[in-house]
Protein backbone atom coordinates (compact mmCIF):
# COMPACT_ATOMS: atom_id res chain seq x y z
CA UNK A 1 0.00 0.00 0.00
CA UNK A 2 1.55 3.04 -0.93
CA UNK A 3 -0.13 6.79 0.80
CA UNK A 4 0.93 10.28 -0.43
CA UNK A 5 -0.25 13.39 1.55
CA UNK A 6 -0.56 16.49 -0.01
CA UNK A 7 -1.89 20.17 -0.16
CA UNK A 8 0.47 21.50 2.72
CA UNK A 9 2.03 24.73 2.50
CA UNK A 10 2.06 28.09 4.61
CA UNK A 11 -0.95 29.94 5.81
CA UNK A 12 -2.24 32.88 8.00
CA UNK A 13 -3.76 31.84 11.46
CA UNK A 14 -7.31 31.59 11.17
CA UNK A 15 -6.56 30.88 7.82
CA UNK A 16 -7.61 27.64 5.98
CA UNK A 17 -6.29 24.27 4.00
CA UNK A 18 -7.23 21.00 2.26
CA UNK A 19 -4.94 18.41 2.95
CA UNK A 20 -5.29 15.65 0.24
CA UNK A 21 -4.55 11.68 0.52
CA UNK A 22 -4.11 9.76 -2.34
CA UNK A 23 -3.69 5.45 -1.43
CA UNK A 24 -2.91 2.77 -3.99
CA UNK A 25 -1.89 -0.37 -3.79
CA UNK A 26 -3.12 -3.59 -2.35
CA UNK A 27 -6.13 -1.46 -0.60
CA UNK A 28 -9.26 -3.69 0.82
CA UNK A 29 -12.59 -2.63 1.60
CA UNK A 30 -13.29 -1.29 5.16
CA UNK A 31 -10.12 0.19 5.76
CA UNK A 32 -10.12 3.23 8.21
CA UNK A 33 -8.40 6.50 6.87
CA UNK A 34 -6.51 8.30 9.72
CA UNK A 35 -4.62 11.42 10.17
CA UNK A 36 -1.81 12.41 11.80
CA UNK A 37 0.49 14.89 12.79
CA UNK A 38 3.89 15.55 13.58
CA UNK A 39 5.37 18.79 15.43
CA UNK A 40 8.72 19.77 15.44
CA UNK A 41 10.17 18.47 18.18
CA UNK A 42 7.21 16.39 19.83
CA UNK A 43 5.40 12.97 18.86
CA UNK A 44 2.99 12.29 16.34
CA UNK A 45 -0.37 12.41 17.09
CA UNK A 46 -3.40 11.77 16.14
CA UNK A 47 -5.80 14.40 14.11
CA UNK A 48 -8.67 12.20 12.90
CA UNK A 49 -10.19 8.92 11.26
CA UNK A 50 -12.89 7.99 9.23
CA UNK A 51 -14.36 4.29 9.19
CA UNK A 52 -15.83 2.90 5.58
CA UNK A 53 -19.35 3.96 6.57
CA UNK A 54 -18.72 7.52 7.31
CA UNK A 55 -17.85 7.72 10.95
CA UNK A 56 -15.31 9.91 12.18
CA UNK A 57 -13.30 10.63 15.31
CA UNK A 58 -11.88 13.77 16.02
CA UNK A 59 -9.08 14.40 18.39
CA UNK A 60 -10.21 16.77 20.96
CA UNK A 61 -7.64 19.73 20.31
CA UNK A 62 -9.78 19.95 16.97
CA UNK A 63 -13.28 21.42 18.48
CA UNK A 64 -15.17 21.36 15.22
CA UNK A 65 -12.45 23.53 13.10
CA UNK A 66 -11.32 20.29 11.24
CA UNK A 67 -13.57 18.04 8.54
CA UNK A 68 -12.45 14.36 7.22
CA UNK A 69 -14.11 13.02 4.21
CA UNK A 70 -13.17 10.03 1.80
CA UNK A 71 -13.81 8.45 -1.59
CA UNK A 72 -14.27 4.82 -1.36
CA UNK A 73 -14.42 4.54 -5.21
CA UNK A 74 -11.49 6.32 -5.76
CA UNK A 75 -8.94 5.83 -2.24
CA UNK A 76 -8.97 9.34 -1.49
CA UNK A 77 -9.52 11.07 1.00
CA UNK A 78 -9.47 15.17 2.50
CA UNK A 79 -8.67 16.54 5.71
CA UNK A 80 -10.60 20.26 6.10
CA UNK A 81 -8.15 22.16 8.23
CA UNK A 82 -10.07 25.55 9.36
CA UNK A 83 -9.34 28.62 12.08
CA UNK A 84 -5.79 27.24 11.76
CA UNK A 85 -3.60 28.42 14.95
CA UNK A 86 0.07 28.37 15.19
CA UNK A 87 0.35 25.19 17.29
CA UNK A 88 -0.99 23.06 13.87
CA UNK A 89 2.07 23.68 12.22
CA UNK A 90 3.30 20.01 11.70
CA UNK A 91 3.59 17.25 9.19
CA UNK A 92 0.28 15.73 8.28
CA UNK A 93 0.08 11.72 7.91
CA UNK A 94 -2.72 10.00 5.93
CA UNK A 95 -2.20 6.05 7.15
CA UNK A 96 -4.31 3.71 6.39
CA UNK A 97 -5.51 0.55 8.77
CA UNK A 98 -6.65 -2.66 7.42
CA UNK A 99 -6.48 -5.99 8.14
CA UNK A 100 -4.39 -5.78 11.21
CA UNK A 101 -2.05 -3.15 9.71
CA UNK A 102 -0.91 0.50 9.42
CA UNK A 103 0.57 1.65 6.52
CA UNK A 104 2.27 5.12 6.65
CA UNK A 105 3.38 7.34 3.88
CA UNK A 106 4.89 10.17 3.21
CA UNK A 107 3.31 13.88 4.94
CA UNK A 108 3.18 17.16 4.07
CA UNK A 109 4.25 20.03 5.79
CA UNK A 110 1.24 22.78 7.29
CA UNK A 111 2.99 26.07 7.96
CA UNK A 112 0.47 27.86 9.95
CA UNK A 113 2.58 31.27 10.62
CA UNK A 114 2.10 35.37 10.16
Known amino acids: VQLQASGGGLVQPGGSLRLSCAASGSIFSGYIMEWYRQAPGKEREFVAQ???????IFADFVKGRFTISRDNHENTGTLQLNMLKPEDTAVYYC?????????WGQGTLVTVSS
Open 95 to 103: PLSQRGARF
Open 50 to 56: IFSGGLT
